[in-house]
C-alpha cells in the first residue's frame, strides 16, 4: 500500500510545549505510521506521495467537546425542540459539519441532542457517504425537575423528540441510558442542575449524590462517557466525585469540588464563548440584554473565572468547548474563541491551550476515532496553518489562516456553503421584540408627541 510523506519545517504533535522543527510524517491507511525529523525519516518508494507544508505551521485538527450540531443555530429552546422534525434536525446537522471542517475543526462531540440525530449524521460520516468530522454522538440529555433541560412548562411535558428527557426516578434514569447505549451513543449527557437556587443563593443539584453516582457507575459500565452540564457548587461537587469525564462550565466550584476532580480525574470545559459572545454581541434591543440574561452572564464570567483559575492551577485538566449551534455561537464561526479566553482569562499558555482543544480533547472521542495528537498509531487528522498559534492562538479564529484540512491523511475539499436562515435556521416564530405602545411610537419617531397642553374650551 503506497504511503503519504508530508515535510514539515515546524511541527505541534499536541503533546509538547514547543514546535519541533524539520519533521516528517508518514500515513498509510489513514494513520500516522512514522513521526520524526526528516533526516532520519524513511526513504520514499515508488508510488508514494510526497507533500510539502513549506512554511506552515503543522498540528493536529481541533476538536471541540461542546457542539450542538442539530441546534440548527437556534434562537431559543423552541428553536432547539419545536420548529423542525428530527430527520430534518440531522440533515440539517449534516449540512452544518461542512462549516465546521472548514473552521479546522476534524473532530466534535455532541453533548445532547434528540432521539438519533448525532448518532445518524455519525453514522453517515463514518459510512463515507459524506465528508465530515469525527463525532462522539449523543441521545436525549438526561433531565430531572430543577434541570436546565426540562425546559418546558409541566403541562407542557417533555415528548420524545424533545432534547431533554425527564427521568423522575432510578428505574427511569436507568432505562434511558440503556436505552441509548442500545442506539449506539458515545457519551451520554446529564442535566445536572438549572437555575434553581436556594435563599443563600445556591444552586440546587437535580440529581442526589447518590443518583449521580448511580448513573454514572452504569454509563461507565455499558462502556460510555459522561458529560454533565454543572454550574453550581452542588452538581460539580457530585459529578466530580462519582468520575464523570468532563463537566461543562462548573463557574460556581469550590475547594472540595477541585479536590474531587483531582481525585476522580474529571475534566473541565467551561465553555465561555457562548457567554462572552452574547456580554459582546447582543444587541440593546434583544430579549437577551432586556431580560437581564447578558447582564447575568456576565457576573458569571467574573466569578467563574476567579473560580476556574484556581482549578487550573490546582492540575484539574481542562478541554475546549464553543457551546456551538446558537445563534450567538453558529457553526464554524467562534469554536477557536475558546482557546484566545483560555489564554487571555484563565492564565494558559498557548500551548497549554492548544493541547486542550487536542490531545487532551480527544479523550472524549471513541476509541477507534482518537485523533487529537501526531503520534504514531494515531489517526492522521491535522491541518496546515499560515502563521504559528504558539505566538499568537487567536489566529485559529481566521478560517483563511487555514491553509489545508487533512483527515485520515486525506486533504479535505472543505467548504462553507451559504444557506437562507429563513428557510434552514430561524423558524421561531416571535412577530416583535418590543411592545409598542404609544409612548414607544413617539420614543422611536414614528408617531409626534403629544401637544403640552390641550385646550378643552376650545
Known amino acids: 500500500m503506497s504511503r503519504t510523506f508530508i515535510r514539515c519545517k515546524t511541527l505541534f504533535t499536541g503533546l509538547e510545549n514547543e514546535a519541533r522543527r524539520e519533521q516528517t510524517l508518514i500515513v498509510e491507511n489513514g494513520l500516522f505510521t512514522w513521526v520524526g525529523g526528516t533526516a532520519d525519516a524513511p526513504a520514499c518508494a515508488p508510488g508514494d506521495a510526497l507533500v510539502d507544508a513549506g512554511d506552515d505551521f503543522v498540528m493536529p485538527g481541533l476538536i471541540d467537546v461542546h457542539t450542538h450540531l442539530v441546534f440548527g443555530n437556534a434562537k431559543s429552546e423552541e428553536d432547539i ?120 443563593g445556591e444552586i440546587i443539584a437535580a440529581f442526589t449524590e447518590e443518583e449521580t453516582k448511580v448513573m454514572v457507575d452504569e454509563i461507565h459500565r455499558l462502556g460510555k462517557k459522561v458529560a454533565v452540564h454543572a454550574y453550581g457548587a452542588e452538581a460539580v461537587l457530585y459529578a466530580a466525585k462519582a468520575g464523570v469525564d468532563v463537566i461543562f462550565h462548573a463557574f460556581f466550584l469550590d475547594d472540595a469540588c477541585i479536590e474531587a476532580m ?40 467574573d466569578v467563574g473565572c476567579r473560580n476556574l483559575r484556581r482549578a487550573r492551577e490546582a492540575g484539574v485538566p481542562f478541554m475546549t468547548g464553543s457551546d456551538s449551534g446558537f445563534a450567538i455561537t453558529p457553526y464554524g464561526e467562534w469554536h477557536a474563541r475558546e482557546l484566545e479566553i483560555f489564554v487571555d482569562w484563565l492564565g ?23 485523533a487529537g495528537s501526531i503520534e504514531v498509531g494515531r489517526p492522521a487528522d491535522f491541518l496546515f496553518i499560515d502563521g504559528s498559534p504558539l505566538q499568537n492562538v487567536a489566529i485559529l479564529q481566521e478560517r483563511e489562516r487555514i491553509r489545508a484540512v487533512f483527515q485520515g491523511g486525506r486533504r479535505m475539499q472543505t467548504q462553507v456553503p451559504g444557506y437562507d436562515p429563513n428557510r434552514v435556521s430561524d423558524f421561531n416564530t416571535v412577530k416583535w421584540s418590543e411592545l409598542h405602545t404609544r409612548q414607544r411610537a413617539v420614543e422611536l419617531g414614528k408617531r409626534p408627541a403629544p401637544s403640552a397642553s390641550l385646550n378643552l374650551l376650545g
Request: charged residues 20%; glycine residues 6%.
Open 81 to 200: 425542540d419545536l420548529h423542525v422534525s428530527p430527520e430534518f434536525r440531522a440533515l440539517r446537522g449534516l449540512f452544518f459539519t461542512q462549516h465546521v471542517m472548514a473552521a479546522g475543526y476534524t473532530s466534535v462531540v455532541v453533548p445532547g441532542d434528540a432521539g438519533q440525530c448525532s448518532i445518524a449524521v455519525r453514522n453517515a460520516i463514518n459510512a463515507g457517504m459524506f465528508p465530515g468530522p469525527r463525532i462522539a454522538a449523543s441521545s436525549n440529555v438526561i433531565a430531572n425537575r430543577q434541570s436546565l433541560n426540562d425546559w418546558f412548562p409541566s403541562w407542557v411535558g417533555t415528548p420524545e423528540y424533545f432534547s431533554g428527557r425527564l427521568c423522575a426516578t432510578r428505574e427511569e434514569q436507568i432505562a434511558e441510558i440503556r436505552r441509548q447505549a442500545k442506539d449506539g451513543v458515545d457519551v451520554i449527557k446529564i442535566a445536572m442542575d438549572g437555575t434553581h437556587r436556594r435563599d443563600n
Open 348 to 370: 494558559f499558555t498557548p500551548a497549554e491551550a492548544l493541547r486542550a482543544t487536542t490531545s487532551v480533547a480527544a479523550r472524549m472521542l471513541p476509541a477507534a476515532q482518537r
Open 262 to 301: 483531582l481525585a476522580s480525574g474529571s475534566h473541565l470545559a467551561p465553555t465561555l464563548t457562548m457567554l462572552a459572545n452574547n456580554v459582546e454581541f447582543a444587541e440593546l434591543y434583544e430579549a437577551s440584554t432586556k431580560s437581564g440574561y447578558a447582564a447575568m452572564q456576565r457576573r458569571v464570567i
